[in-house]
């Protein structure tokens, strides 16, 4: 993958996420903050807990650092997967942010 593809698909979903935690917050009252700054999403909850999002541009990933540890994302086809556990980077979003949230949301590419 060549740099600006990575930063097309790197940046589609920083957007989807934001557009996430929009929808949540219209929904519930979860009452979520997302803060952008760069290539980097903090998501905070009421409980004052984080999600923190970024982009790794060297190595053509995406990291998640949540109260649970941290995960590293790389494309593989139309998806992030966690280089680790394999599991991919939206169902991870959801079950983190669900955890910290205490309550169920859900996050997702569209």
Request: aromatic share 8%.
């Amino acid at each position: 993958m060549t740099d600006p593809e990575y930063m097309d698909r790197a940046e589609a979903t920083l957007a989807a996420i934001e557009r996430s935690c929009d929808r949540i917050n219209d929904a519930t009252d979860a009452d979520i903050d997302n803060q952008r700054v760069g290539g980097m999403i903090t998501i905070t909850f009421r409980n004052g807990s984080q999600l923190i999002v970024n982009l790794q541009k060297p190595l053509h990933e995406i990291w998640l650092a949540a109260r649970s540890g941290g995960y590293h994302y790389r494309l593989d086809g139309n998806a992030w997967i966690d280089t680790k556990t394999r599991e991919e980077f939206f169902g991870n979003l959801t079950r983190e942010a669900t955890l910290q949230a205490g309550q169920p949301l859900t996050f997702s590419p569209d």
